[in-house]
């Protein structure tokens, strides 16, 4: 059984750019969140969705937007990046919001020059 | 709102010596209480989880955790750790219904022969 796919794995961007980071979760699993981790703020909750509705949104700017399609899979992006956008960005997948089970990806680490 | 705290940020032991890893949380509900472990670049990896029920929780690779509602408490413990257990620890906590995660500091374990 595959596990939850991140892509791209790294990724560097410059300053002003946008970027766009895809996360697959495990067969039948519905519902998707996703954590920034970064030295200076830990890990921090970006957003949840299940069967394609946002459920819960983290305190981040404008800028950080995400969507989950039809077959479960998501994608978040940034808008506009800054150098303080340069983390881990963790997404995780779970059979259905109850939050009793969620796996990890391995992540896609973004770097903004 | 759920908060974390991890009161160590980093602790040292000897391989096969026992190890306690500290977790409190706050939160005015019923919570999920987790612990994860990450190895460097990777993505989080479940330990173990106390959903309800019995308070001593056990988890993968010997380590354990025991739930202590009156003082707010989730610590992590493992009676012979090894060297490969050298890892960054996440203590978190969820709200029952929801995929959102809110995480602790996390704690460095650092084992030396």
């Known amino acids: 059984k595959a596990g939850v796919t991140q892509t791209p794995r790294y990724l560097i961007k410059t300053r002003g750019q946008q970027v766009t980071l895809s996360c697959s979760p495990i067969?039948?699993?519905?519902?998707v969140s996703w954590y920034q981790q970064t030295p200076g703020q830990g890990l921090q909750f970006l957003f949840e969705?299940?069967?394609?509705?946002?459920?819960n949104k983290g305190n981040f700017p404008g800028r950080f937007s995400g969507r989950q399609f039809s077959n479960s899979r998501s994608e978040m992006n940034v808008s506009t990046l800054e150098l303080g956008d340069s983390a881990l960005y963790l997404c995780?997948?779970?059979?259905?919001?109850?939050?009793?089970?969620?796996?990890f990806g391995a992540g896609t680490r973004l770097s903004v020059l | 709102a759920q908060s974390v705290t991890q009161l160590d940020s980093q602790v040292p032991v000897f391989e096969e010596a026992p190890v306690e890893l500290r977790c409190n949380y706050s939160?005015?509900?019923?919570?999920?209480l987790f612990w994860y472990v990450q190895y460097p670049n990777q993505g989080l990896q479940l330990l173990l989880k106390?959903?309800?029920?019995?308070?001593l929780v056990k988890g993968i690779n010997g380590f354990e955790a025991e739930f202590n509602k009156s003082q707010t408490s989730f610590h992590l413990r493992k009676p012979s750790v090894h060297i490969s257990d050298t890892a960054e620890y996440f203590c978190?906590?969820?709200?029952?219904?929801?995929?959102?995660?809110?995480f602790g500091t996390g704690t460095r374990l650092l084992v030396s022969p």
């Open positions: 995780a997948s779970g059979l259905d919001p109850a939050g009793q089970d969620r796996l």
């Open positions: 067969s039948g699993h519905r519902s």
């Open positions: 969705y299940f069967s394609e509705t946002q459920r």
């Open positions: 939160s005015s509900v019923s919570v999920y």
């Open positions: 106390y959903l309800s029920g019995s308070t």
């Open positions: 978190a906590v969820s709200l029952r219904g929801f995929q959102k995660l809110v």
